[in-house]
């Protein structure tokens, strides 16, 4: 009877993604100490050590609580990124635009911190709804013109771009000398997300906030309405098979455009719920964020499921904090986004791996039933 548990919960999808992710992740790790005792051997043990640890590198707990608090808030937009990409994927589409929303509700969010004074949960909403209007526009041109979606997100990504670098360029909200945008806490404290105590759990870390509980709330809602809603059915259906969807009366151009659109509010989420922290301020750049792209790899690392989404964000931020604590002398500070670029390259296998694991466990299976027979 244990045999047969066993047997059934390694034959379960969701047990094959942890396994795929988790094996995607061991090896991003294995391939980056290589490449570090190739640059420095009798130091490699010592930087992955650091590495991996992050803020557990600090021996004193008010160090460790406040790094870890930190870990967090940067974790939220890359599992909402993460959640943005999954959204859409589970509905058929490739949501390759997560950057350039990201981008515009960054240059919305700080806009109407800064400029108009709004209070916090406005900034959120008008970052999302710009976002979403940014994503629905994508799903329009697919829906009504049958223009692929990644071709239309990727050109709508650098005009996201173009528009925030012109719209900052304002001396109300940006220090046109340096071309960083102001802090928003001695301009704007209102348009702060509060943090309501909770930067007391992490050695009165100034920037951890609600937007952390909030995000895992989003997460369950996106959880909740794939698996538990009409709606999400609908989504799914249509992403297995738009023409089936179709014939089966599911308003298919609705469902491109409203997916599309979810999936842009996500990712105007998780721009506001970082900026508006004020941990990190907008510069004139000339790349969309990474963000989006990161978010991608996240997804895919999280097994496409929210709250796989949820750790796999967490484990790339970590990975990437991490190395920001290694010996200079020895390594270059880059070398972290080196392993964790690593580690998101080796995400794109998760699938691979998954089905590699399915073919396996159905050959097994049918080998068995043969066995059992010829006995």
């Known amino acids: ?93 490739f949501n390759i635009g997560v950057g350039g929303q990201y981008c515009l509700a960054i240059g919305v969010s700080l806009w109407a911190a800064l400029s108009w004074h709004l209070p916090w949960f406005l900034c959120v909403l008008v970052a999302a709804l710009a976002a979403m209007a940014w994503g629905a526009l994508a799903g329009a041109l697919k829906a009504f013109f ?7 997100c990727i050109m709508l990504n650098w005009i996201a771009l173009y528009l925030v670098n012109m719209l900052m360029q ?27 105590g909770l930067e007391k759990f992490f050695s009165n870390n100034e920037y951890v906030t609600i937007a952390i509980p909030l995000t895992l709330v989003v997460a369950v809602a996106i959880l909740v309405v794939l698996t538990r809603t009409t709606f999400g059915y609908e989504l799914r259906a249509t992403g297995i098979n ?20 979810i999936a842009g509010a996500l990712a105007g989420l998780a721009a506001s ?3 508006l922290t004020d941990i990190e301020q907008w510069r004139t750049s000339a790349a969309v964020p990474a963000m989006g792209f990161n978010g991608i790899a996240v ?15 967490y484990f790339i931020q970590h ?9 200079m002398r020895y390594f270059n ?19 691979f791996f998954k089905n590699l694991m399915k073919a396996s466990f159905t050959k097994t299976g049918v080998q068995s039933k043969k066995d059992s027979k010829g006995r």
Not at 146 to 152: G, L, M, S, T
Not at 173 to 189: D, G, T
Request: charged share 15%; aromatic share 10%; proline share 4%.
């Open 299 to 313: 997804a895919f690392l999280g097994a496409l499921h929210p709250i796989g989404v949820v750790f796999a964000g």
């Open 170 to 196: 304002n001396e109300t909200v940006m220090n046109l000398s340096i071309s960083e945008s102001h802090k928003i806490l001695p301009n704007s404290p209102g348009s702060l997300i509060p943090s309501l």
């Open 242 to 261: 738009k023409n089936a969807a179709k014939y089966a009366g599911m308003q298919d151009k609705r469902n491109i455009i409203l997916t599309m659109a």
């Open 1 to 93: 009877m244990k045999e047969f548990n066993v047997r059934k919960l390694i034959q379960k999808d969701s047990f094959q993604s942890i396994v795929a992710a988790i094996f995607c992740a061991v090896i991003g790790v294995f391939l980056g100490f290589i490449i570090l005792l190739l640059i420095n051997a009798p130091h490699a043990p010592k930087a992955i050590e650091t590495i991996l640890k992050n803020f557990m590198y600090f021996r004193k707990e008010v160090q460790q609580l406040y790094y870890l608090g930190s870990t967090l808030v940067k974790s939220v937009p890359l599992i909402l990124c993460g959640i943005s990409v999954l959204f859409a994927y589970k509905a058929g589409l």
């Open 333 to 351: 500070p880059q070398i972290a986004d080196m392993i964790s670029s690593i580690i998101i390259y080796a995400c794109a296998f998760v699938l």
């Open 319 to 327: 990975i990437t904090l991490g190395g920001s604590f290694i010996d």
């Open 273 to 275: 719920f970082y900026y």
């Open 146 to 152: 049958n223009i692929n979606e990644v071709i239309a």
